[in-house]
């Protein structure tokens, strides 16, 4: 008869992404090792490896992990008008402050540089749920009227999460607040089609 073992306890995942990010922010992509992450996380380091297989998929984890802790913890905002509804999307503490923030992302990049596939699962980890979040809230104001159906809503809902990755990853400069109220008041709202 097979064994199946113990059912894996998640309950400490918070506890193990929480301090991957804070490791991370403390020294960088190269010197992060997964010890010093379970000793951070008072965890074992066959506890982590049960449930991440690599340090790269350790981090893009705990990075993903903190982009989905938004809004009520996924829920997208229904103000019942665009701006307020992306207003209401944005999380100025998103990884903590802007130095934080700016030294995990730098470590992202280092990632990409060294790690063919980091790319592809950055990607899919940050900037497609993020996409996909913008394209939910604009189709839902052009359905309600408040702009023309001949909104391009695919491309505009890439804007915002394009930028913010290129502001962040190649510039190194913070995707902070200010820069949210220039995407949304000064690019994507007036890009929008007015109704007919």
Known sequence: MVNPGRKRDHSRDA???QATLDVLAETSYADLTIEMVAVRAGAGRGTIYRRWTSKDELILAAVACADQAGPEAGK???TGALRSDLLAMLDPDWLGSSERRL???ASLTAMMSRTPDAFAAINRAIVEPSVAAYQHL???A???GEFAKSADVAALAQLIPAMATYRALFLQQP???PFFFSMIDGVL???LPAPS
């Open 175 to 177: 995707v902070d607040l």
């Open 103 to 105: 030294r995990i992302l």
């Open 138 to 140: 604009i189709q839902r």
């Open 189 to 191: 709202l007036p890009a």
């Open 76 to 78: 997208l905002p229904d």
């Open 15 to 17: 506890d193990i992404l």
């Open 142 to 144: 052009v359905d309600r």
